[in-house]
């Protein structure tokens, strides 16, 4: 019997990132469906995760306990980050009024940076990544960086 190997600190980081962005599309399908967040989770993990898209493709492994994490924390915290949100976003737009997946994206960051200890300036790298992944060009990826660290500062007033 061989004893596993730990990834190493790099695909750590890899399935961490990668659980961010199954987050978010988790939290997109949970408002999209109104399905329960158990129930969604229970799909990504059985057939997102490291799952065969084509023949020879896979998609990443993720962090299993970090995307249960930031789903659970969401959903928890919903109400909390959503009015961090809203107080991020100008007048004009409500978080009602913006993109389903940019909702996703601030409440996953959210739920990051209000119920786990993960440092702010991480989260919003990591997300900012997360929006580049849906909006390869335009102007979402500005606007995330500039709404989501109004939610860190927020949240972590210390961490700047």
Known sequence: ?????????????????ASRLYAVQALYQMEISGTTAEKTM??????RFGAEVE?????????????GKIISEAVNWQA???QMTDRALVAKWP???????????????????????????????????VARAFFNEGREVQFVNAVLDHMAREAKPEAF
């Open 1 to 17: 019997m061989t004893t596993p190997v730990p990834p190493s600190g790099n695909l750590k980081r890899r399935m961490k990132s």
């Open 95 to 129: 978080i009602d009024r913006i993109d389903p997946i940019l909702r996703a994206l601030f409440r996953a960051a959210g739920a990051e940076m209000v119920a786990l200890d993960t440092p702010p300036k991480v989260v919003i790298t990591e997300f900012i990544d």
């Open 55 to 67: 023949e020879g493709v896979e998609l990443m492994d993720g962090d299993v306990d970090l995307f």
């Open 42 to 47: 229970r799909e990504f993990l059985d057939y």
């Open 80 to 82: 909390k980050i959503d």
